[in-house]
């Protein structure tokens, strides 16, 4: 048997933010502390220049209700920008997607479109590739357009030993890929569910320090092979019949 290819033992490197990326990122976090407690935060996290129209209304008793429903649409607003921005940073970085050992296919789970093949072996804990989406906090997902479909968790977990290369995040946050040009690379969006645990060959390993989730081996994945993941109880509550749920014997 050949060896597995090199970048299946390492993952695909995180892609490295913009400066305008964290610009917005901080910006994003202070209008989300804005919208939850009903002011800005504290210093030493000051506002940011154009937000500062907002922050005379939270004061003024008397406008409240309007203040928050302005921080509300500025909220909608710089996430559309921070999006914009991620896609260009993920678009001048391919290699952060990884899958170069993958192939796109019709997939054996009948009705279930392309599905994801290993073109060389995989060996067990080793990471196929890499999902990448927008970035949307629990309630901004509600109102995403799309179906949800390519969407992922990321949960918020204990802080890294290390300085992460993004952010550090305040709460769990969603990954979508759904219908964007920009994540058409991204090939952990073609691994199918089989529903079957026997046939599930591989797992999503969240990463919110790097706005990611890397699809890792969870047994040796023979070539050829497709791959498969759970996509959990959750994911089927919300698309009940409308998705594959048997292999093709």
């Not at 050949?2 to 695909?12: F, R, S, V």
């Not at 302005?70 to 921005?85: F, G, P, Q, T």
Request: proline share 12%; net charge negative.
């Amino acid at each position: 048997m050949l060896p597995p290819p090199l970048e299946a033992l390492h993952p695909p490197p995180p892609p490295v933010p913009s400066p305008l990326f964290l610009s917005l990122h901080a910006r994003l976090a202070r209008l989300q502390h804005a919208y939850e407690f009903g002011a800005l935060p504290p210093l030493p996290s000051l506002p940011d220049p154009d937000d500062s129209d907002l922050l005379a209304a939270l004061e003024d008793c008397d406008r409240v209700a309007e203040a928050m429903a302005a921080v509300k649409l500025r909220l909608h607003d710089v996430r559309l920008l921070l999006n914009a921005e991620w896609r260009s940073v993920l678009h001048g970085a391919p290699r952060v997607f990884g899958g170069a050992s993958l192939r796109v296919s019709e997939s054996l789970i009948p009705g279930a479109g392309l599905g994801l093949f290993a073109r060389a072996a995989v060996p067990a804990g080793a990471t196929c590739c890499c999902m990448y989406g927008d970035v949307h906090s629990l309630s901004s997902h509600r109102s995403a357009p799309g179906t949800g479909a390519y969407a992922i968790l990321l949960p918020l977990a204990a802080p890294p030993k290390r300085a992460p290369p993004l952010p550090a995040q305040g709460g769990d946050a969603i990954l979508d890929c759904e219908g964007v040009p920009a994540f058409a690379r991204v090939k952990a969006r073609f691994a199918n569910d089989p529903r079957s645990a026997a046939d599930t060959n591989c797992r999503f390993v969240p990463e919110l320090e790097y706005l990611r989730a890397r699809l890792v081996a969870s047994r040796d994945i023979r070539a050829g092979e497709e791959v498969y993941v759970d996509y959990g109880e959750a994911y089927w509550a919300r698309h009940e019949g409308g998705g594959p749920n048997t292999l093709r014997n």
